[in-house]
């Protein structure tokens, strides 16, 4: 078998003889795919659009990214690029779109693998490309009728590559190590430039986009009453079981989670990324759950609920959690156009430090520990008060600092609320009784023209309503998404 034969097969395949080459080349009927226009389709033109606005004249490349090797000949789950996606709606590897100018503006082309034809053996012999492999692609007029948008043969992009100059060319670089390579780079900041304006388009949410936050969020709050209605009050379960049902939950509502669940009990909910998630709940002691459905299109929730294993809060855990309420809500409250990102963070900060003062903690006053050149509080608060959020869980990540963590809010703007109080094990700082205690509340609030809008406000957040809350989700018992 030469190297061409060989292409799309493993060294553990079996030979093809000729016999069965020519019976699978022949007694196949042809199928069409029914496709009806997206109906984000309209939305991605109009990005298109605004980014070509931002540079006329000028080549545009974006591509999906590719499949990474997990293990040999098996892949890691394929996610494209959330800026590809936010422009094209297309979720298959190694696709690219190119905007190219016209005089007056961009025609844009995506660039996709279309389905296995049947007049190549790749159809039954690929397994990475082949319909019997992985199952029915779309056709480059299928492809095009779903997206709205021109297609082309992947095979042909090379061509167009080369012919592109490179100074007047920008690529989202590091998703594709092959477009990468064709297309030189002339200056680092041209391409960082394309990334920079690309997020700071995303920091504004359209009706659809919020309708599709929304859609990710309601699943979000079925899948803390999944977990809530198998958390036992009188004995322990594995944080990895509670991981694995809102898994089934994002699986079965959504694409999957949006990022790795952090399922913390007791001390797990000190340490902010726990994704480990190998510990057990103990009755007495509080299970941090920050988790996130993200939706078949791609937006994220994001949301944190801390609660009491046995059902109810001891009078010190209660205090701690009402604290970390009140800085939220001071959050959501000052939240509204024109507000300063970083103000809307001082507010949160300075409701925890006084907090943290009257627990006796604080080993200076209020206003010391919120001076810049001290920031001592934050020993316990350790994170921002919250982030942008859409297609990616921390959403508009290329933004400029004055668009963004320096910069005002906007109405439509999709951001986190999410302080928290953290007391480490083996702090010696703070009093035994409060030491492997963590508290987070975090919610999806939207900017609206006056103030804000709380996206996941169907889970509740106040000490005695989590009480009940997941009394009644207990009550209920468990479930099975239908």
């Not at 009806?36 to 006329?56: I, Q, V, Y």
């Not at 082309?109 to 029915?136: A, H, Q």
């Not at 959403?395 to 999410?418: F, I, P, W």
Request: with cysteine.
């Amino acid at each position: 078998m030469n190297d061409q034969e060989k292409k799309g097969t493993e060294s553990h395949d079996p030979a093809y003889p000729e016999k069965f080459l020519q019976f699978m080349r022949s007694g196949w009927s042809d199928t069409e795919l029914p496709v009806t226009l997206s109906d984000g389709a309209p939305n991605h033109a109009k990005r298109r659009a605004a980014l070509s606005a931002a540079f006329a004249g000028e080549t545009l490349v974006i591509p999906s990214g590719h499949e990474m090797v997990r293990a040999n000949d098996t892949d890691f789950p394929f996610r494209p690029g959330s800026d590809f996606v936010y422009l094209t709606g297309e979720h298959d590897p190694e696709s690219v779109l190119v905007l190219r100018p016209n005089g007056s503006g961009h025609d844009a082309v995506l660039y996709v693998r279309p389905r296995s034809p049947r007049d190549t053996d790749e159809f039954f012999k690929d397994r990475r490309y082949g319909e019997l492999w992985i199952g029915r692609r779309h056709t480059l007029r299928e492809k095009a009728a779903e997206l709205g948008i021109e297609t082309a043969h992947l095979d042909t992009l090379p061509g167009v590559l080369d012919e592109l100059a490179p100074s007047r060319t920008r690529v989202l670089r590091n998703l594709d190590p092959r477009v990468d390579a064709a297309v030189r780079q002339t200056s680092p900041d041209r391409d960082r430039e394309l990334a920079y304006v690309i997020s700071e388009l995303k920091l504004v949410k359209d009706e659809w986009e919020i309708s599709q936050l929304q859609d990710a969020i309601d699943a979000t709050i079925r899948g803390f009453e999944d977990v809530a209605r198998i958390i036992p009050a009188d004995r322990p379960v594995s944080e990895r079981l509670i991981d694995g049902v809102f898994g089934l939950r994002a699986r079965h509502d959504g694409n999957t989670v949006g990022y790795s669940s952090i399922v913390g009990n007791g001390a797990h909910a000190a340490i902010l990324h726990w994704i480990r998630n190998d510990g057990r709940t103990r009755p007495g002691e509080l299970l941090l759950m920050d988790m996130g459905v993200e939706n078949r299109n791609l937006y994220t929730a994001d949301v944190t609920r801390t609660v009491p294993v046995s059902g109810a809060f001891t009078p010190l855990q209660r205090q701690v959690y009402d604290v970390v309420y009140k800085s939220q809500q001071a959050g959501m409250d000052f939240i509204k156009p024109g507000v300063k990102f970083h103000d809307v963070h001082v507010t949160c900060m300075r409701v925890l430090a006084e907090g943290l003062s009257d627990l006796g903690i604080l080993p200076c006053g209020v206003d010391e520990a919120m001076d810049k050149d001290s920031g001592v509080y934050r020993r316990w608060t350790l994170h921002g008060f919250g982030h942008m959020l859409g297609i990616d869980v921390h959403d508009c990540a290329h933004a400029r600092n004055e668009k963004y963590r320096d910069g005002e809010l906007g109405e439509g703007y999709v951001l986190t609320v999410e302080p928290g109080l953290y007391f480490q094990p083996e702090d010696e700082m703070v009093p035994a009784e409060l030491r492997g205690l963590g508290i987070r509340i975090e919610d999806d609030v939207q900017v609206t023209a006056t103030g804000c809008r709380n996206l996941s406000a169907g889970l509740p957040r106040t000490s005695t309503e989590v009480e009940s809350w997941l009394a009644a989700q207990r009550e209920a018992g468990p479930r099975l998404p239908a």
